[in-house]
Nanobody, 122 residues
Framework: QVVESGGGLVQTGGSLRLSCTVS????????VAWFRQTPGKDREFVAS????????NYADSVKGRFTISRDNAKNTVSLQMNRVKSGDTAVYYC?????????????????WGKGTLVTVSS
């Protein structure tokens, strides 16, 4: 099971932290990613992190503003969102895979959360 939390309303330029809790399968064996989706658009990759947290990957649109991290002792992954923009408004999905390699597309994912809404206001 993959469950997101932390979404909400944030002002342009502000910060928000999303959390993802994973249960039901060995967390240490999974790579985790965040995707986001806005109405009428395909779900897009945001960031991913390897099993030990040593490797990360970011979409160009969030690089330098967002940071993904994980705590394997707590089975959680976080997405720290700084200097948010209106274009960051979306439903954010946490996703995991046990296949190895950093996920980058929806086809790389085995398990999805239900999403949490982030709204950036001006």
């Amino acid at each position: 099971q993959v469950v997101e939390s932390g979404g909400g309303l944030v002002q342009t330029g502000g910060s928000l932290r999303l959390s993802c809790t994973v249960s039901g399968f060995p967390f240490d064996d999974t790579c985790v990613a965040w995707f986001r989706q806005t109405p009428g658009k395909d779900r897009e990759f945001v960031a991913s992190i390897g099993r030990l947290g040593r490797t990360t990957n970011y979409a160009d649109s969030v690089k330098g503003r967002f940071t993904i991290s994980r705590d394997n002792a707590k089975n959680t992954v976080s997405l720290q969102m700084n200097r948010v923009k209106s274009g960051d408004t979306a439903v954010y999905y946490c996703a995991a895979t046990g296949r190895g390699g950093l996920p980058h597309t929806e086809d790389d994912i085995d398990w999805w959360g239900k999403g949490t809404l982030v709204t950036v206001s001006s």
